[in-house]
């Protein structure tokens, strides 16, 4: 069954503890990997797109990797405004761009 | 946010009734996706549509049906709502482009099924 599994559910981090965040899937054909952000009561927010193993994609604080089994969304020095709820989806459906989504990992930065 | 709003935003209704969400849309995107979101299940796809009066079926579809005769209106519609349905419902669009594959979600609309 295809399926994408997000860890860890939550994950408390100091103000510039750096970390990671992990999203396993097990989807047949990956056509693609996408991060979210989510603040509560708002839609998620794109990050990024990744295609191929061993791309990565890089933006301020945030850096996504991709491997044949999961990405990974690194955290470094971060700030209490990057508290979020972070999705990561997977795309297999072909040209109409079904996504699998993850349950996300909750981050609270504290200062 | 990719010009994309959602109606109403909150809404509480009692069992058996029927409700309509709106997607609305400015920019001619051809491809606008229903989600509902619920804890423990992360964003579940309802339907989506390819085209005018284009539609198809997601994963979670039973006690949903969809409208889309104009490009910038997307419209679920719960036919007789159950408590099951109470989530909050996202629409998204997917940009039109070469190799822009990224889907961009409206706001949400928070739904009460009493």
């Known amino acids: 069954e295809d399926q994408v599994t997000q860890s860890p559910e939550a994950l408390r981090l100091q103000e510039g503890e750096s970390s990671s965040l992990n999203c396993s899937y097990t989807?047949?054909?990956?056509?693609?990997l996408f991060w979210y952000r989510q603040d509560p009561g708002k839609g998620p927010e794109f990050l990024f797109t990744?295609?191929?193993a061993g791309e990565e994609k890089e933006k301020e604080r945030l850096k996504a990797t991709l491997t044949k089994k999961e990405s990974f969304l690194h955290i470094t020095a971060p700030k209490p405004e990057d508290s979020a709820t972070y999705l990561c989806?997977?795309?297999?459906?072909?040209?109409?761009?079904?996504?699998?989504f993850g349950t996300g990992t909750l981050l609270a930065v504290q200062p | 946010d990719a010009g994309i709003t959602q109606s109403p935003r909150h809404k509480v209704t009692e069992t058996g009734t029927p409700v309509t969400l709106r997607c609305h849309q400015t920019?001619?995107?051809?491809?606008m996706y229903w989600y509902r979101q619920d804890p423990g299940h992360g964003l579940r796809l309802i339907h989506y549509?390819?085209?005018?009066?284009?539609?198809d079926k997601g994963e979670v579809s039973d006690g949903y049906s969809v409208s889309r005769s104009k490009t910038e209106d997307f419209l679920l519609t719960l036919e007789s709502a159950t408590s099951s349905q109470t989530s909050v419902y996202f629409c998204?669009?997917?940009?039109?482009?070469?190799?822009?594959?990224?889907?961009?979600f409206g706001p949400g609309t928070r739904l009460t099924v009493l």
């Open positions: 990744l295609y191929s």
């Open positions: 998204a669009i997917r940009l039109s482009g070469r190799e822009q594959n990224e889907q961009f």
């Open positions: 920019e001619n995107h051809r491809y």
């Open positions: 989807v047949s054909g990956l056509r693609g």
């Open positions: 989806a997977v795309w297999w459906g072909g040209a109409t761009n079904k996504l699998i």
């Open positions: 549509s390819y085209g005018v009066k284009d539609t």
